[in-house]
């Protein structure tokens, strides 16, 4: 298997390509955000990054398993327009989430979303679904 490369940092958010350029993974770190404004930005900042890789193809696997729980109605209306910019970039989405309680809050946004994907606490699962494993 070919190393991973990280193509963006900051302290919210690491965006990595693997899988020779079939998978970019976005892992979330456990500091929250302390706005919507910096939500925002760093996501601006993940989104230009995708887009200069030219990711044809390309599969997302979100890593929010550290991630803090939000569900205050601003914070989710960010994340459905982050999602909606984001995700039509890449031919499949997965998430990776820590616990059933993860699954459900996840789940129940898909809902709202016009981007299926899988959510599972099994990285395995979710590769296997990317075409990946």
């Known amino acids: ?6 193509i963006y940092r900051d302290e919210y958010v690491t965006l990595y390509v693997e899988h ?4 970019a993974r976005w892992v979330r770190t456990s500091l929250p955000f302390p706005s919507i404004a ?6 601006d900042h993940v ?4 887009k200069q890789r030219h990711l044809k193809e390309c599969r997302l696997l ?10 205050e109605p601003e914070f989710e209306a960010a994340m459905e327009r982050i999602r909606n910019r984001i995700y039509p970039l890449f031919v499949k ?3 990776l989430v820590q616990s059933s309680v993860g699954k459900l809050h996840m789940s129940r946004l898909i809902k709202k979303d016009n981007h299926p994907r899988l959510v599972s606490q ?3 699962e979710i590769l296997a679904y990317l075409g990946l494993a």
Request: aromatic share 6%; hydrophobic share 35%; proline share 6%.
């Open 93 to 95: 989405h997965a998430i």
């Open 47 to 50: 989104y230009n990054a995708i």
């Open 122 to 124: 099994s990285e395995a």
């Open 38 to 43: 910096a939500l925002e930005l760093s996501y």
């Open 1 to 6: 298997m070919q190393p991973r490369q990280e």
């Open 62 to 71: 979100s890593d929010v398993r550290a991630a803090p729980g939000r569900n």
């Open 20 to 23: 020779g350029g079939k998978l």
